[in-house]
């Protein structure tokens, strides 16, 4: 646990970091469909075709895709399962009492303070 609870000021920060990312890259995909140029696999591998200011945005929603991408994988490689971004709710494999557990921190929490069987997830959380 002492090493789940050394974690949490990264993935506080990783969290922070990716929702930011995310709600300026749904902005972006906002302003590119009210212009008419919604994102497409197409569209993206040519950011460079279209008017100028659809040029600058749809460059800055890859850019805000990557940086998101990256930042994700940040947090994945700590060892944690994200079991949901958007409200930072992760589990870290554990044992408890001999058998595998998962302990279990949201964002917000100031330390993991929750755990849960393997099967159970978060409505099966219990303070440790």
Same mark, same amino acid.
């Given at each position: 646990?002492?090493?789940?609870?050394?974690?949490?000021?990264?993935?506080? $920060?990783?969290? @922070?970091? !990716?929702?930011?990312?995310?709600?300026? /890259?749904?902005? &972006?995909? =906002?302003?590119?469909?009210? %212009?008419?140029?919604?994102?497409?696999?197409?569209?993206?591998?040519?950011?460079?075709?279209?008017? $100028?200011?659809? @040029?600058? !945005?749809?460059?800055?929603?890859?850019? /805000?895709?990557? &940086?998101? =991408?990256?930042?994700?994988? %940040?947090?994945?490689?700590?060892?944690?399962?994200?079991?949901?971004?958007?409200?930072?709710?992760?589990?870290?494999?554990?044992?408890?009492?001999?058998?595998?557990?998962? /302990?279990?921190?949201?964002?917000?929490?100031?330390?993991?303070?929750?755990?849960?069987?393997?099967?159970?997830?978060?409505?099966?959380?219990?303070?440790?």
């Amino acid at each position: 646990m002492t090493e789940a609870n050394e974690l949490v000021p990264k993935l506080e $920060e990783g969290f @922070r970091l !990716v929702l930011r990312l995310r709600a300026e /890259l749904r902005q &972006a995909y =906002a302003q590119l469909e009210q %212009a008419g140029h919604p994102p497409s696999w197409d569209s993206l591998r040519t950011p460079s075709a279209g008017p $100028e200011e659809i @040029r600058g !945005v749809r460059g800055r929603f890859l850019a /805000l895709a990557m &940086a998101l =991408a990256e930042q994700f994988e %940040a947090v994945m490689a700590t060892g944690v399962q994200v079991k949901d971004p958007e409200t930072g709710l992760c589990d870290f494999p554990s044992v408890r009492e001999g058998r595998p557990v998962q /302990l279990c921190w949201k964002l917000g929490e100031p330390e993991v303070e929750f755990w849960h069987e393997l099967d159970a997830g978060l409505a099966g959380r219990v303070p440790l």
